[in-house]
């Protein structure tokens, strides 16, 4: 996804728990798009806020982190307190990763819409590779039944 221009769905900061022993609230540009959520360093982007958002890339992969949706379990433990809104990203593998943000952002909400029309594009991919698959093996078998009929 990196290698290449990405479409932005929404653009915007938030924070990040570390994963250190002390756990602080790390500021993130975040980028979502219908594949996932990448996150810069907040200066890292900053020089391009007057310019167009539609299309990015990545000019330091190795201080991106990137979240896809492919890798995604669920969005869980909302919680609004004080001026934030807190939830956390469960991936696959049974990672977790916090994340904070003010509540007029909806970056929450935003994140788990995409990833549920990520997940429901894939869904209805396998149904049609089924589908073509099931078609293929009919076609299939008619044709052998056919060429044992005509022997």
Aim: glycine share 6%.
């Amino acid at each position: 996804m990196l290698e290449s221009s990405v479409k932005v769905l929404k653009e915007g900061l938030m924070e990040k728990r570390s994963d250190g022993l002390l756990q602080l609230w790390k500021k993130k540009r975040c980028f979502l798009t219908e594949e996932g959520l990448l996150l810069h360093p907040p200066k890292q982007h900053d020089h391009q806020q007057h310019q167009n958002h539609q299309q990015i890339t990545a000019s330091e992969p190795g201080k991106t982190k990137e979240l896809l949706f492919s890798n995604m379990k669920t969005v869980d433990c909302v919680e609004r307190k004080g001026k934030y809104v807190y939830f956390t990203v469960v991936m696959v593998e049974g990672k977790e990763i916090d994340f904070r943000c003010p509540q007029d952002e909806g970056w929450n909400a935003e994140i788990t819409l995409q990833m549920v029309q990520y997940k429901n594009r894939q869904a209805i991919l396998a149904v049609k590779s089924t589908r073509q698959k099931q078609q293929h093996l009919i076609v299939a078998h008619g044709h052998s039944i056919i060429k044992n009929s005509l022997s």
